[in-house]
Each structure stands twice: as C-alpha cells, then as structure tokens.
C-alpha cells in the first residue's frame, strides 16, 4: 500500500512565479491536509479538503493561496506571485476519517520550496 | 487557541543513557500523536494515545497521556544513535480534523 505521495519533492521559483504543489493521498483515504514547515518553526496547519469540498483553512493565508481536492486527481496547493517568504517545506497528509478525536494523519515526504 | 509546548526543544546525550521529552498544554485534547521526522523527510507516526492516564509502549519508548488528557511524555531507554531526529507531538483540535503541533524537540544520541 503506497503512502502519501507529493511532488515535485524540490521547486524552486523566483518572485512573482506560481508554485503547485501535489499530494496523492493513501489508497482509501478521502481527507487531506496540509501544513507548513518555516526553518526553525514547528508544523502549522493551513487547510483541510475532502474530496471536492474544503472543510477547514482557517490556517490558510487570506491572499495568493489556495487548495483544491477534486474529485479524480492529487489535492493541489497553489501559491500565486511567490515571495521569499514563502519558502519552506510543504506537507500534505491524509486520513482516512476526518472529524473525529482519533484522528490518526499519515504524511508525505514534503515539498521543498525556495522562492529566489 | 489550544497550543502544545514541548520541552526540551533540544537534547543531546550519550548511547545508552534514558532520556524524556514532555508536552503540555492548558487545554484538553481529544487524542495526542507522537511523530518522529527526519532530516528531508515527513513526520512519521510513532502512537497515538486517546484515553487519560493511558500508557503505550513501542519497544525502548514509552508514552504516557496525563490523566487530564492536557499533558503527555515520551520516555526513551538505553537510546541508541539511530533515535536521532525530531521528536513532534500534535494533539487534534477541538473541532477535530487538524492537527496542533509543538515546536519539536531535536534529539541527538552520539556514540
């Protein structure tokens, strides 16, 4: 059984260009989420799609990001106009339950971002 | 805003000595998870404990959930080199689905 897989697993852009960013969950896993590692930081959440449906981005930046889970296809995070701020690794992870406390998340390798 | 606090954030003992990793909150959790992550790699899931006081063991590690269910430990004995890494515990917030992380404690065991 595959894990999560994420590509590509290094993107590097310059300002102003647009990273996608793609998570193919576990085979039977139908919620994804993913987070945000900055250097020296510990994980951050930023959003959590089922399949066609986002249930949570309360972690999500208001502007130039967004996250999509479709119904055929990996989830795709998008980060439009990058700044260097922006670099960091990316994780998705899946699940297969959603809402509730045993809420077990298996994660991908990560996305390396660096934003020249 | 539930938040977890880990300590310490980072450690470095010899081969064979124990060693705890603590993370606490002020808030109650419905579940917490440990996970180990490695340098370019993800997080990986060691336990996962749900029940207050609940105690699970995984070969030299041991993990404890407070009987509050705000505080949980990880415990390892004897460590080897090979226990390097980052150490995260996440608890599953109020509303379920995501996960609150510490800030991660780096362990390094020498030879």
């Known amino acids: 059984n595959a894990g999560v897989m994420q590509n590509p697993r290094h993107l590097v852009r310059r300002r102003g260009q647009e990273a996608r960013l793609r998570c193919s969950p576990m085979?039977?896993?139908?919620?994804v989420y993913w987070y945000r590692q900055l250097p020296e930081e510990g994980l951050k959440f930023m959003v959590y799609?089922?399949?066609?449906?986002?249930?949570?981005e309360s972690g999500m930046p208001k502007e130039r990001f967004s996250a999509e889970f479709p119904k055929e296809g990996p989830s795709i995070l998008r980060i439009q106009q990058v700044v260097r701020g922006d670099s960091a690794a990316y994780f998705c992870?899946?699940?297969?339950?959603?809402?509730?406390?045993?809420?077990?998340?298996?994660f991908g390798p990560g996305t390396r971002l660096t934003v020249l | 805003t539930q938040l977890l606090e880990q300590s310490p954030q980072f450690l470095s003992i010899q081969e064979g000595e124990n060693l705890t990793v603590y993370c606490n909150s002020s808030?109650?959790?419905?579940?917490l998870q440990w996970y180990r992550q490695e340098p370019g790699e993800g997080p990986v899931l060691l336990v996962t404990?749900?029940?207050?006081?609940e105690v699970k063991k995984l070969k030299r590690l041991t993990f404890q959930f407070g009987d509050a269910r705000k505080d949980s430990s990880l415990h390892i004995t004897a460590a080897q080199p090979g226990d390097t890494g980052l150490y995260l515990c996440?608890?599953?917030?109020?509303?379920?689905?995501?996960?609150?992380f510490g800030q991660g404690t780096e362990l390094s065991v020498k030879p």
């Open positions: 992870a899946s699940s297969p339950f959603g809402l509730n406390s045993y809420n077990e998340q298996f």
């Open positions: 085979k039977g896993h139908s919620h």
């Open positions: 799609l089922q399949k066609e449906n986002i249930i949570d």
């Open positions: 808030s109650v959790f419905s579940s």
């Open positions: 404990v749900v029940t207050g006081g």
């Open positions: 996440a608890g599953v917030g109020n509303q379920g689905g995501k996960l609150i």
